[in-house]
């Protein structure tokens, strides 16, 4: 192992079709036109002394040293903003050359303190290699004069300094916050000799609008912008490239290491999701991993009301086998079951449902995509046939018109969001339809063409009447869906969007949207060249979610926008894993690869690899198990990796279920508020401490690569086996690879992945199999996975959820872009510095209606239950609405959602629950008695110390 | 589980196909139950329609009478 070095080309690659050669230091090469001489110099290996350039943001052509000199021209022009020409020939290195190398170095260095030996950069630092690069022997200068090394040094941001000491003001920084990151958070301020880097008015970054993406820390070439954790530990000596454990996106990083120590995760440059970008979890917020709350050791106890005890692997797994043996003879086979983990690796997550499906005999296992993506995986598959997103993340590129509905990427899947907003920078065009005014409806440099500020619960009513103006306007692509859909489904369709209860005047009595602006979105969707839809959890947690994701499909059908780049259908996933997590068959119903557990030919397939027999019957959902565990119908529960008392609706109803089962296992990094109610606790490992796969939004499937040894002496897959073994049926793999064959030997769609091909190529998207041996960027090319596209009836029917005297407003929850779903890693890193509590957005009118002041405890009530938290008050949510987020478990939030969910795959319905807001002077009873109760849960007995030695 | 949990969620789903010709509808409502409902589930919402089966929408009255033969088949898989 060694530290990866990526090349940096010093200027972006052009996409030109076109090429020149060009003549550099003697070397002929083709390159695209309108490629930089220095980058071509650098595709033939000749390093052009560079500060101010580098190859994630355009050429600035400010340092003076990158200057060559080209045959016929006088100068010596910079290299990283001279595109090389045809037959150009290019001298990088002369005597004139040299000396004004020379000179430009030592002004510089004429104002740069030389502390070099103790400075945190050394080994890494630009500015130290290009003095040694251009022979920089002397200072004629001195030091004496005016300087800026007293400047003070900002330590506001948690994970990261800035000395302007240090800094050679390149504008790098400057330039990635705007290019790469689109925040436009830092400017250079002054002229001249004052001109320093300045983040928002010239405050600390922290009080800036900075969101800590860390493209500056990047950029930066000296030790200006250098993470703390560099600062604290040193340089890395070898890196290993791994995929993030956060959010769908799934960006590649180098973890960057000293031994068994990360010293930081740089994002990687050739990692397709995120071509060398990050946010602030991925890229600062893995403190988590080593976390003095880490469970190390896995523990059991008789009862919930217990202290837990530790003991070893042996006698926890045994204890897990032994109950849910003892369940299972008592109880039935159906008795028992498993929740696997959109956090786990795709192997760790089919190996739990094997362990349901092969070892338990039943069905009974499911994830938390439920309460998620499920009506996703349904609702894809009932209009295109197959249950994922349509396209890459380039897509984006390509895009003319782009609809977000029920999603805040720039919170939630920030790298792809800088991504979007980039190609909306460059002229795309944006219709958001969301409740509240997220950033991208407006933020710098971004303003939504339209904002359709829907009421919560009226999704299906807004799409339907979108397609109602496609469809009596004649904007149907009327060949796309002649060639490719059902044309009777279609005609269907067509008649029922285009009656008068679907058209915009009719929604906007649902809606609140005026019918007129729905009529102009509708059509510049229609009309405005490659659109492209992209969702989230807005759509599909409604108890209408899976007919919203089919009036999506509708729209994208009608419209001719699926099968090419630009354009489709994207779900934006929010757990790392959690499209891997449906693909690897975790879903009660059905197998691996979609298919359904009744399919006799698919479930023999199973049945003969494993060499067991394999019930034909779906097993519970999530909420089925709960109710189940109540009338005493189901009494053992493995959950691996998710925290349902915390993330999954109605509190109150879930603990009650957990309290009545017998035995509930808990398999996690840290306790948390599932494991107050569980039996046995084992202790899970980071995505650093094992091999596997994390497949993205897109179908990526990405590589996880171990970095340090499990620090609880298992990883998580292994942990699966041995309670298969202690169950009676071993199954044998020595490592995830050979589970990774399993599954490309079982799921047509997965035939063509391994781990080999996989280390090749980087990732892959599937389909991967003899058709696609490189994966599938772009599905439903020419003809969708069914046969043809089918169009499906998507009736408006309002929630049961309704307002009234006592709930008058409507509650609507979400994520936040520091913290991540119940916090359970984020809360225990530097990001609580940007969120230490869940807060209740409210508007003003609706604030002062009740007396609220900012920052004021206000109690929030719905018919299920109420927690107190402290409101924000804000016109970023309308009136009648109030938002929160449940990152914490001090508040609760989901204790005030109700039971209500999806009809086909109950995914629950949190994104509407009638509330009413008041004031209140803290937590509420509930919450107290909730926290001593977890208190008391998490205590571990430690035995009594030997007497010491006489 | 409790019989009025269970016949919101066949209603839910009954309502989703409600457009479609009554034959079909109460086909595809009686496949969505068979296909993800739990068998313990069905069997509770057949019991609650031989007690009278008060508040089912009618054609998921009709859906779920249907499943009597495939509770019966499954019992007899699994005794």
């Known amino acids: ?950 | 589980m409790s019989p009025e949990k269970l016949v919101y969620m066949a209603n839910q789903i009954g309502r989703f196909f409600a457009h479609q010709p009554e034959e079909k509808a109460v086909a595809n409502t009686a496949d969505h139950l068979v296909k993800f409902w739990d068998p313990r589930m069905r069997k509770a919402i057949l019991g609650y329609v031989d007690a009278g089966g008060q508040g089912l929408q009618p054609l998921v009255l009709k859906a779920v009478l249907t499943l009597k033969l495939n509770v019966d088949s499954v019992q007899a898989r699994t005794i």
């Not at chain 1, 290993?240 to 990360?262: I, L, N, W």
């Not at chain 1, 394999?614 to 990796?641: C, H």
């Not at chain 1, 035995?663 to 650093?688: I, K, M, R, W």
């Not at chain 1, 510095?833 to 807060?839: I, M, N, V």
């Open chain 1, 1 to 950: 192992m060694s530290l990866i070095s990526e090349i940096d080309f010093g200027t972006p690659v052009s996409d030109a079709e076109t090429t020149v050669t060009v003549t550099i230091d003697g070397f002929a090469v083709t390159v695209p036109e309108g490629t930089s001489i220095m980058r071509a110099a650098m595709e033939a290996g000749i390093q052009v002394p560079k500060l101010c350039a580098t190859d994630s943001v355009n050429a600035f052509g400010s340092c003076r040293l990158c200057l060559v000199e080209i045959e016929g021209r006088a100068g010596t022009p910079a290299s990283c903003t001279t595109p090389a020409g045809d037959g150009m020939v290019v001298k990088t290195q002369t005597g004139r050359l040299k000396k004004l190398r020379r000179d430009v170095m030592e002004l510089y260095i004429s104002d740069h303190p030389l502390d070099c030996l103790t400075c945190a950069a050394n080994g890494d630092c630009e500015l130290q290699d290009m003095a040694g690069a251009v022979g920089l022997r002397e200072v004629r200068y001195g030091q004496e004069g005016a300087n800026h090394f007293d400047a003070a040094k900002d330590q506001s941001n948690p994970y990261f300094t800035f000395d302007p000491a240090k800094c050679i003001v390149c504008s790098r920084c400057v330039r990635a916050c705007e290019e790469v990151q689109g925040t436009f958070a830092l400017t250079i301020d002054g002229r001249g000799f004052a001109s320093h880097v300045a983040a928002g008015m010239d405050e600390p970054f922290l009080a800036s609008e900075c969101v800590s993406c860390g493209a500056c820390v990047q950029a930066c070439p000296t030790a200006t912008l250098i993470e703390k954790s560099v600062i604290e530990i040193g340089q890395p000596e070898h890196s290993v490239v791994t995929t993030c454990a956060y959010c769908g996106v799934g960006c590649s990083f180098k973890a960057e290491m000293r031994g068994e120590e990360v010293v930081r995760m740089v994002p990687y440059k050739d990692g397709a999701a995120n071509h060398g970008h990050s946010c602030v979890k991925g890229r600062f917020a893995w403190g988590y991993t080593n976390h003095r709350d880490r469970i190390l050791k896995p523990m059991i106890r008789e009862r919930i009301s217990d202290p837990w005890r530790e003991v070893s692997w042996d006698e926890a797994v045994g204890r897990v086998a032994s109950e849910f043996k003892r369940i299972q003879a008592t109880r039935g086979r159906s008795s028992i079951g498993a929740i696997t983990s959109s956090r786990c690796t795709n192997e760790e997550t089919y190996l739990v449902q094997k362990l349901v499906r092969a070892v338990f005999g039943n069905n009974n296992t499911d994830t938390c995509a439920r309460v998620c993506h499920s009506p996703t995986g349904y609702g894809l598959s009932k209009t295109f046939g197959t249950s994922a997103g349509t396209q890459n993340f380039d897509s984006v590129d390509d895009a003319d018109v782009i609809l977000v509905i029920g999603a805040n990427p720039t919170d939630a899947h920030p790298v792809f969001a800088s991504r979007m907003k980039k190609r909306l920078r460059e002229g795309a065009k944006l219709i958001v339809i969301d409740p509240r005014r997220t950033d991208l409806v407006r933020s710098a440099h971004i303003k939504a063409d339209y904002h359709l500020p829907l009421l919560p619960g009226t999704n299906v009513a807004m799409l339907n009447a979108l397609a109602h103006v496609v469809v009596t306007e004649g904007l149907v692509n009327e060949k796309f869906v002649r060639d490719q859909c059902d044309g009777d489904a279609f005609a269907d369709w067509a008649a029922f969007v285009a009656r008068p209860e679907n058209s915009p005047e009719a929604a906007s009595h649902f809606t609140g949207v005026p019918a007129e602006t729905i009529r102009a979105a509708a059509r510049l969707y229609a009309t405005g060249g490659n659109a492209a839809i992209y969702y989230g959890l807005g759509v599909t947690e409604h108890s209408q979610g899976t007919t919203t994701v089919m009036a999506i499909a509708n729209l994208a059908m009608a419209t001719g926008n699926i099968g090419r780049e630009g354009v489709g259908v994207n779900p934006l996933r929010g757990q790392n894993n959690v499209q891997g997590a449906c693909d690897m068959g975790s879903f009660p119903h059905e197998l691996p690869g979609y298919r359904h557990i009744s399919d006799e030919i698919v479930r023999g397939l199973f049945e003969k690899d494993w060499g067991v027999h394999l019930d034909a019957e779906p097993g519970l959902r999530i909420p089925n198990m709960l109710d189940a565990a109540l009338d005493g119908s189901f009494q053992g529960l493995y959950v691996q990796g998710e925290d349902i008392v915390q993330s999954d609706p109605d509190s109150k109803h879930v603990i009650a279920g957990l309290q009545a089962m017998e035995c509930v296992v808990v398999q996690d990094l840290f306790l948390n508020e599932t494991s107050n109610y569980a039996h046995v606790f084992l202790p899970g490992s980071t995505f650093l401490e094992k091999d596997g796969t994390f497949t993205n939004a897109e179908r990526r499937i990405n590589r996880v690569r171990k970095v340090m040894a499990p620090k609880g002496g298992m990883a998580d897959w292994e942990i699966t086996l041995a309670i298969a073994k202690a169950m009676g049926v071993p199954m044998h793999y020595s490592h995830p690879s050979e589970i990774m064959d399993e599954i490309a030997r079982l799921t047509p769609s997965f035939s063509g992945v391994n781990y080999a091909k996989l280390d090749a190529l980087g990732s892959v998207q599937w389909p991967c199999n003899d058709a696609a041996p490189e994966g599938t960027p772009t599905m439903h090319i020419g003809k969708f996975v069914r046969g043809k596209g089918n169009f499906l009836i998507t009736e408006f029917v309002p929630t049961d959820e309704k307002i009234g005297p006592r709930f008058p407003l409507l509650l609507t929850t979400g994520r936040i872009l520091s913290q991540y779903n119940v916090g359970a890693q984020t809360r225990r890193t530097g990001n609580a510095t940007w969120h230490g509590e869940d807060l209740l957005e409210i508007h003003p009118h609706d604030a002062e209606e009740r007396g609220l002041h900012d920052g004021s405890w206000v109690r929030l009530e719905s018919r299920s239950g109420a927690t107190s938290l402290r409101a924000h008050i804000t016109d970023r949510v309308a009136p009648g609405i109030v938002y929160t987020t449940f990152h914490h478990p001090d508040t609760q939030a989901n204790v005030v959602t109700s039971d209500y969910s999806d009809w086909a795959t109950n995914c629950p319905e949190y994104k509407v629950t009638a509330v009413q807001v008041a004031p209140s002077n803290g937590p509420t009873a509930w919450q107290t008695e909730y926290q001593a109760h977890s208190h008391e849960s998490r205590r571990i007995a430690h035995p009594a110390p030997l007497p010491a030695a006489e």
